[in-house]
């Protein structure tokens, strides 16, 4: 019973961030399976347990339970998160008398540092889509978008027609949680642009890249992987890599070339600037090759 009224809650808690909060189709797909995960959890250690008479020691569990079965920080992490949202939810709907989550604390976790590219990789890519046949120049395209503009694959598959300025050179993007953002397309990007839509010919579609089966439909997050996957191996032998990667390449190529933080945050669509701060890490060889060039103890 406390089972399937914890899924009602659950269930609440989603519409409400889905009308409410106008979360992503992707967040609100995370938050379900996280709670799930954690109401499996508390069934399997006490039938009577639900989410309105439980105290922090049951979060504490959870949280050990996940550690002893080997999950990455970043999966406990985001875990927390979703309760911590959902008990923020209850708080506001007068629920619970108080937040328990609140008196969670979440593990540090130490952030790796992310696969990129270097710029010499970069051209190489650029170079191997067949521009022979449309394929060819639909891969071009999104390769140079992803390098040129950071998109996550998300947001790039689901660029729209209309939202898309190749004149200025910008497009309008509705990043996570539904928040508008615009970014920039250099010039190789938007050269790429306008050849695929001279071949292409889909100006009666909605999304700049439609799916084969509907117009109203754009091309799937899996089929753009897989592409980029395929070119990726061209050039490196890191399988690590992934569309993710030319996101990565962007923000540290840009730092390099003099870029300020708060600049490649904002066109990242990054909320909280930590989330930035690890590509300076990465910076480190430039930090030091400015050094020698400036310090006078440095050559």
């Given at each position: 019973m406390n089972k399937i009224k914890n899924t009602r809650i659950i269930d609440n808690f989603l519409f409400y961030i889905k009308n409410e909060r106008k979360f992503s189709i992707h967040t609100i797909r995370n938050y379900k399976n996280d709670l799930l995960k954690f109401n499996e959890f508390l069934f399997s250690y006490d039938n009577e347990l639900n989410f309105l008479n439980i105290d922090k020691t049951a979060i504490q569990f959870y949280i050990e339970h996940c550690s002893k079965n080997k999950?990455?920080?970043?999966?406990?992490?985001?875990?927390?998160?979703?309760?911590?949202?959902?008990?923020?939810?209850?708080?506001?709907?007068?629920?619970?008398?108080?937040?328990?989550a609140s008196l969670i604390i979440a593990p540090k976790i130490t952030k790796k540092i992310p696969n990129y590219l270097s710029e010499k990789e970069v051209l190489k890519l650029m170079s191997l889509p067949d521009l022979n046949t449309i394929d060819g120049y639909m891969h071009k395209s999104i390769l140079e978008i992803f390098y040129s503009t950071g998109l996550r694959i998300s947001e790039l598959v689901r660029i729209r027609i209309k939202n898309l300025d190749v004149k200025k050179n910008?497009?309008?993007i509705s990043g996570k949680?539904?928040?508008?953002?615009?970014?920039?397309?250099?010039?190789?990007?938007?050269?790429?642009?306008?050849?695929?839509?001279?071949?292409?010919?889909?100006?009666?579609?909605?999304?700049l890249y439609s799916s084969s089966y509907k117009v109203d439909s754009h091309l799937s997050e899996s089929y753009v992987y897989k592409m980029v996957k395929r070119y990726l191996s061209k050039v490196t032998n890191n399988e690590r890599m992934s569309p993710h990667s030319l996101r990565h390449s962007f923000?540290?190529?840009?730092?390099?070339?003099?870029?300020?933080?708060?600049?490649?945050?904002?066109?990242?669509?990054?909320?909280?600037?930590?989330?930035?701060q690890i590509y300076?890490?990465?910076?480190?060889?430039?930090?030091?090759?400015?050094?020698?060039?400036?310090?006078?103890?440095?050559?």
């Open positions: 999950m990455s920080s970043k999966t406990i992490l985001r875990r927390i998160a979703s309760i911590k949202s959902m008990y923020k939810y209850l708080t506001f709907e007068g629920l619970v008398d108080y937040n328990i910008v497009i309008k949680g539904n928040k508008e953002r615009i970014v920039i397309l250099g010039l190789n990007a938007s050269n790429a642009i306008k050849n695929y839509l001279r071949v292409a010919k889909n100006s009666n579609n909605i999304y923000a540290t190529h840009l730092l390099n070339n003099g870029a300020d933080l708060m600049s490649v945050k904002e066109l990242l669509g990054h909320e909280d600037l930590s989330s930035t300076t890490h990465i910076s480190i060889d430039k930090i030091k090759k400015i050094y020698k060039q400036s310090h006078p103890h440095g050559k």
